[in-house]
C-alpha cells in the first residue's frame, strides 16, 4: 500500500513532517476539544536536520512523512527544542532507527532527556548564541528558559527566514490545513489565546522580555513554525502583537463571575451581581462550574480585568468544582486583577472565607464586603449582590482609567 502520509512544503528547503491528533481532548487539564497537532521538521541541508519529533504513538506517522521526501537514514542530525513527552516521546525510537550522527539539545534540555529517558547516547548541548553548520544552510539557536519549561529553546534558519519556536506561537488545533492563512481567522484568535492563557500565562513576565530579545537580534523571520497548530506564514505581526498584549495583561472592562451552585442559591446572587456589573458597563461573563470547563474559564479571563467567585458551604468547605477551578488558577498566576466574594450557606459558611484566602493568594484587590447569604437569597440580598457588582464595575473603570 501506498504511503498515505505526506510531508508539507514549508519553505524551499524545509518540510512539515509532524502529526495530526483528531481524539486528544485533553491536555494535562486543559480541554482540546478541536484535537491538535505534534509538529516536526525536516530540514533538507547538506546535513539532513529533523527538528523536534512527536508523541510516540505517533512515530510511524512522521517516519511516513518523512520517507515521502527522504529516506529516513539520510537524516544526520536531530535538534529537540522542547524536551516534554509530546515532542520527544519518540525520540529514542528515531534514534535506534536513523543512528543520526548528532543530537542537539538546550543545556537544560540534555539533562532533561536524560532523565526521561536514561539513554546512554550522547547529547550534545548548545547555549544561548551558538549556531550549528548543515554544510549549505546555518541554525542558530537563542534559550528560552521557562517558555515554557526549563529545556526551551528556539532554532533559527537564518536562509529561510524562518524560526522554529517551539511551544511558543502554538495553539491546539488538529488540522490538515497547515498555515494560519488556511484556517478561519476566529479560530486562529481563539485558540492562540486559549493556548496562551492555559500554558503560557505564568510565564508572561519572561514572555515580554523573549519578544525583545527576538527584536534586538534582528532577526529577519517570515515564517514561524510552532510544535502545535499551523504555520505562521500570513500574520506574523498579528501573533506577535497578541503575544505583547497578553504579556502585559492589558485588560478590558471585563469582569468573570465564576461560581457554583447547590440548589440555585449561590446561582441567583451571581445573576444579580452580574447584572449591576453590566449595569455600571463592564462586560460580563458568569460562568458556572456545574457546566463550564476550567480552561474555559482562563480563556475569558486573560483580558478580564476582574473576578468575582462564589460557593455555597459543603462539608466545611467550596464546592469540590470551585476547588478545582481555584487550584488550576492559582497555578497559572493571574495578575492585576479585582475580586469580591459571595456565596450561600446552611449552617456555618466556611465557603467566603475560603473564596477570600483565594483572592488573597494571587494578590487581587478584594473589593466590596463579602456576601453570605443564609439558605435562600431573599430581594434584599439579592441587591446588595446586584450593588457589588456596581461597585466592581465602577472600581474597576476608575483602574482601568487610572
Not at 547516547?121 to 551558538?130: A, H, Q, S, V
Not at 449561590?266 to 458597563?281: N, P, R, V
Not at 474559564?297 to 473576578?307: N, T
Not at 478584594?366 to 446586584?386: N, Q, S
Amino acid at each position: 500500500m501506498k504511503n498515505i502520509f505526506r510531508a508539507v512544503k514549508i519553505s524551499d528547503r524545509v518540510y512539515w513532517v509532524g502529526a495530526i491528533d483528531w481524539t486528544i481532548r485533553d491536555f494535562h487539564g486543559y480541554t482540546t476539544r478541536r484535537g491538535s497537532s505534534y509538529n516536526a521538521y525536516l530540514v533538507l541541508a547538506d546535513k539532513i536536520t529533523l527538528i523536534d519529533t512527536v508523541k510516540a504513538p505517533f512515530y510511524e506517522e512522521m517516519m511516513s512523512r518523512i520517507a515521502s521526501v527522504v529516506d529516513p537514514r539520510k537524516i544526520r542530525h536531530v535538534i529537540s527544542n522542547h524536551s516534554e513527552m509530546d515532542h520527544s516521546g519518540c525520540l529514542p525510537a528515531v534514534m535506534d532507527f536513523i543512528s543520526p550522527e548528532k543530537v542537539f539539545t538546550s543545556i537544560m534540555g540534555m539533562k532533561a532527556l536524560q532523565e526521561h529517558f536514561h539513554m546512554s547516547r550522547e547529547i550534545i548541548p548548545l547555549k544561548d548564541g551558538d549556531s550549528l553548520s548543515l554544510g549549505n544552510l546555518n541554525l542558530s539557536f537563542m534559550e528560552t528558559r521557562m517558555l515554557h519549561w526549563p529545556d526551551s529553546m528556539f532554532t533559527y534558519l537564518p536562509e529561510e527566514k524562518l524560526l522554529f519556536s517551539q511551544d511558543a506561537f502554538g495553539m491546539h488545533l488538529a488540522s490538515l490545513e497547515r498555515f494560519d492563512d488556511e484556517v478561519d481567522p476566529d479560530i486562529l484568535d481563539f485558540e492562540a489565546a486559549t493556548y496562551y492563557a492555559n500554558i503560557i500565562l505564568p510565564y508572561s513576565p519572561l514572555v515580554g522580555k523573549l519578544l525583545d530579545r527576538v527584536e534586538a537580534a534582528g532577526l529577519n523571520i517570515n515564517i514561524i513554525a510552532p510544535d502545535h497548530g499551523p504555520i505562521w506564514r500570513k500574520d506574523l505581526a498579528g501573533i506577535l502583537g497578541k503575544y505583547r498584549r497578553w504579556a502585559t495583561r492589558t485588560q478590558d472592562f471585563k469582569a468573570v463571575v465564576v461560581y457554583a451552585t447547590m440548589w440555585h442559591s449561590t446561582e441567583m446572587m451571581a445573576k444579580a451581581i452580574g447584572e449591576g456589573l453590566a449595569a455600571g458597563g463592564a462586560k460580563v461573563k458568569l460562568m458556572s462550574m456545574n457546566q463550564f470547563h476550567r480552561s474555559d474559564v482562563v480563556y475569558e479571563m486573560l483580558d478580564a480585568g476582574a473576578i468575582a467567585v462564589g460557593s455555597p458551604t459543603l462539608n466545611n468547605h467550596i464546592l469540590p468544582q470551585m476547588a478545582d477551578i481555584l487550584t488550576y488558577l492559582k497555578g497559572l498566576k493571574p495578575t492585576n486583577l479585582l475580586g469580591a466574594v459571595f456565596g450561600s450557606y446552611g449552617w456555618s459558611g466556611e465557603s467566603a472565607r475560603e473564596l477570600e484566602g483565594f483572592l488573597s493568594e494571587i494578590g487581587a484587590d478584594k473589593v466590596g464586603e463579602t456576601i453570605k447569604v443564609r439558605y435562600v437569597p431573599d430581594a434584599d440580598a439579592l441587591m446588595k449582590c446586584y450593588s457589588l457588582g456596581s461597585l466592581l464595575a465602577s472600581k474597576l473603570w476608575e483602574k482601568l482609567q487610572s
